[in-house]
């Protein structure tokens, strides 16, 4: 069995062959396509030895094909030459490569190319020998891949994608659909901002915690255990702290980096609203040296509200001789205590940012005044789509999970999203914190930013190789 080189349709297990460039008329005598290289920006100076790695990126590849073209006459030379020639001149193309022997292939997305060198033999005119080149993407492509994750709720806040499950040399975009996005806050009868937050960590990221309930944590005043929840019951308007958390082992060491540090909690109050007020402090071991930002809310008397707090950035770091120990504390008051005032703290959720991070948001509006005057479309999936032609990706809403065959968009760009979508990196383990949520809520109270929400998740993705691809990953 010769090597399986054409030019096809798609990057499919059973696409159609648009040209065989491997055939008794057409023979393949040569397939040069190294790796493509990588390029770095180097920051140096004077001053010290090195240099500092700012920024580095993997580089178009280049293809080169040696090939005889052989036919029984001149006629038929023109015309199987026109056949390769149509396919040169494409402005993007796909080819199929499969070595002999090899159990999986690989594709190369390629651009327009042109042929380097043509050599005619006098003896021979109906047997020529030809070399082109073509640029390619810097990845030779598997087969779409998936990953079912399974149901992720907001009391989880994570999921884990092992090792194992990933495919491929280098990190890879992915389409991420999540089948029920708007399970998790109820904004009521007005507007709102609807918000999912993706995240990823590689860095230890079995022992990242990212989600925690407060309920473990130290107490401090006027504050018992609920549950897995800190309840917190006001005596007085001074700020206090009312929790503390300070975590060790393994979890301490993983929290090494930059987070967005966001709580979950209720509160309630009795016969008249009062302002809630919570505080947060960071750093290390008994020392919280440092604030996050300060938030306010409105506690109604109409009923318990759910509230996401953003508190904003954190961050936990010490010296390669010392062990990390870090520190976060929950501070909270409220106006007056005239009536009761209760306070739920339900969770830290530590979004890392270090390595990708996307916040994607949709305006709600009350039915009858979204576009075309209906109503929110609460039943369709949510697309966090990293493999969008502009390299950038997009998030929207699609009419169901079944992509690449019969979904259609939904109000297209009523989704936008800030931040860098996350890839897949194969040969860690990847951690990714997943949020529903919502805010700027204008609806009357009770209102809920985030509630019980529960919904299936499913990756998609083409593994990216350097050259070819072995057989399972």
């Not at 290289?37 to 580089?59: F, I, P, R, W």
């Not at 022992?207 to 005043?221: E, K, Q």
């Not at 904003?312 to 008051?333: C, K, N, Q, Y």
């Not at 966090?384 to 999970?401: C, L, N, P, Q």
Request: net charge neutral.
């Amino acid at each position: 069995m010769a090597h399986s080189i054409a030019f096809v349709d798609s990057v499919s297990a059973s696409p159609t062959t648009r040209l065989d460039l491997n055939t008794a008329s057409l023979r393949c005598t040569a397939f040069d396509c190294p790796p493509p290289q990588l390029k770095q920006a180097v920051a140096d100076n004077m001053m010290t030895d090195g240099g500092e790695v700012s920024a580095s990126a993997y580089g178009l590849r280049q293809l080169r094909f040696e090939h005889e073209l052989v036919q029984s006459t001149e006629d038929a030379w023109a015309a199987a030459w026109q056949s390769l020639a149509r396919e040169l001149d494409r402005e993007t193309n796909i080819i199929r490569y499969l070595p002999d022997g090899a159990t999986s292939p690989v594709f190369f997305k390629t651009r327009r190319g042109n042929v380097t060198d043509l050599y005619q033999q006098i003896a021979y005119r109906k047997r020529r020998a030809l070399t082109f080149d073509l640029l390619a993407e810097p990845f030779a492509l598997g087969v779409r891949e998936s990953i079912s994750v399974g149901t992720v709720t907001t009391a989880q806040g994570l999921f884990d994608v092992g090792s194992a499950s990933i495919k491929g040399d280098v990190e890879a975009p992915f389409v991420m659909v999540d089948a029920t996005p708007h399970s998790g806050f109820s904004p009521a009868t007005g507007n709102a901002k609807l918000r999912w937050t993706l995240a990823r960590t590689t860095r230890d990221a079995s022992s990242n915690p990212v989600m925690t309930t407060c309920g473990g944590m130290t107490l401090g005043t006027n504050t018992t255990v609920s549950s897995t929840s800190a309840l917190v019951s006001f005596a007085n308007t001074s700020s206090a702290t009312r929790v503390t958390w300070t975590p060790s082992g393994t979890t301490a060491a993983a929290m090494r980096g930059k987070y967005r540090l966001m709580i979950g909690a209720r509160g309630n109050a009795v016969t008249s609203s009062a302002t809630l007020t919570v505080s947060v402090s960071y750093g290390s071991a008994s020392v919280a040296s440092a604030s996050a930002d300060e938030v306010t809310k409105s506690m109604s008397p109409l009923g318990q509200q759910s509230w996401l707090i953003d508190c904003g950035i954190v961050g936990f770091d010490a010296p390669d001789a010392m062990t990390l120990a870090p520190r976060i504390e929950i501070a909270a008051a409220v106006s007056n205590v005239t009536y009761s005032r209760t306070l739920y703290l339900d969770w830290l959720w530590l979004v890392p940012v270090d390595e990708s991070c996307a916040t994607a948001g949709a305006t709600f509006l009350p039915s009858g005044y979204m576009p075309g005057g209906g109503s929110y479309p609460t039943s369709s999936p949510l697309v966090f789509d990293g493999e969008a032609d502009d390299g950038s990706g997009s998030v929207y809403i699609a009419s169901s999970a079944s992509l690449w065959s019969s979904a259609t968009p939904v109000l297209p760009g009523w989704v936008t999203y800030t931040g860098a979508l996350p890839r897949l990196r194969p040969g860690v383990d990847n951690r990714f914190a997943y949020m529903r949520y919502a805010s700027g809520i204008t609806g009357t109270p009770p209102v809920a930013e985030f509630a019980s929400g529960s919904g299936a998740i499913t990756l998609y993705y083409h593994p990216r190789y350097l050259y070819v691809r072995p057989a399972t990953t």
